[in-house]
């Protein structure tokens, strides 16, 4: 069964501090897998695309990497700012002619000052 | 360069009305995307159109939703007849190919009393 699991579900951290989401999928065959970020009443953003040939991939803060041979991908986030704070996506496009995208459910994430 | 742009923002009427949500994907994009989005469930994907054709409908939840693109820079989803359930944020993206990172529109809150 195709499946993207995050963990955790919701993460506090202080302002200044870094953190590490996690994300782990079941979907076969592998095309591509994304990080968004959407902020409260906001559509998703886009942070990275990564295939399967990438282990690393970075966007100012934002890194994330990935594991196809373990079928896990992280998010790490780095001197957190308030305007951190909001919901991660990960997705799966699992790779075909008409592949589909599987959806995680978010870590939602609140940084303190 | 204008986003995708979804009217209405919110969206308010009794169960049985039929309800209509509309996009304008950002110009040049070829790939049309329809999500729903709940607390229980996440963000789902409804339907997928490459050169406005429809490509995956397989999200679409039963009958009573159906979605066009008549032309490149417009399409529709419509529930008819709605009920509580369908209650939810709809997002429509758009991206260059399928394989392109997503651009969300800003979602219209609908919500069936």
């Known amino acids: 069964k195709n499946q993207v699991e995050q963990s955790p579900q919701s993460l506090i951290i202080l302002e200044g501090k870094n953190c590490t989401l996690q994300?782990?999928?079941?979907?076969?065959?592998?095309?591509?897998l994304r990080w968004y970020k959407q902020d409260t009443g906001r559509g998703p953003v886009s942070l990275t695309i990564?295939?399967?040939?990438?282990n690393t991939k970075s966007n100012g803060r934002y890194t994330a990497t990935l594991d196809a041979d373990t079928k896990q991908s992280s998010l790490h986030i780095t001197a957190s700012q308030l305007s951190d704070s909001a919901s991660y996506i990960c997705?799966?496009?699992?790779?075909?002619?008409?592949?589909?995208?599987?959806f995680g459910r978010g870590t939602q994430l609140t940084v303190w000052p | 360069d204008a986003g995708v742009i979804q009217s209405p923002r919110h969206e308010v009427t009794e169960m049985g009305q039929e309800v209509t949500l509309r996009c304008k994907p950002i110009?040049?994009?070829?790939?049309l995307f329809w999500y729903r989005q709940t607390m229980m469930r996440g963000l789902e994907l409804l339907i997928y159109?490459?050169?406005?054709?429809?490509?995956?409908d397989s999200g679409m939840p039963e009958d009573r939703f159906s979605a066009k693109m008549p032309n490149a820079s417009f399409s529709t989803l419509k529930i008819q007849p709605s009920e509580p359930r369908d209650s939810a944020v709809y997002f429509c993206?758009?991206?260059?190919?399928?394989?392109?990172?997503?651009?969300f529109g800003d979602g219209t809150r609908l919500s069936i009393l």
């Open positions: 993206a758009s991206s260059p190919d399928r394989n392109q990172p997503q651009h």
């Open positions: 994300c782990n999928y079941t979907v076969s065959p592998f095309s591509n």
């Open positions: 990564m295939t399967f040939s990438e």
């Open positions: 997705v799966v496009n699992r790779g075909s002619t008409l592949g589909r995208l599987y």
């Open positions: 110009s040049g994009h070829n790939s």
């Open positions: 159109f490459n050169n406005n054709v429809p490509i995956d």
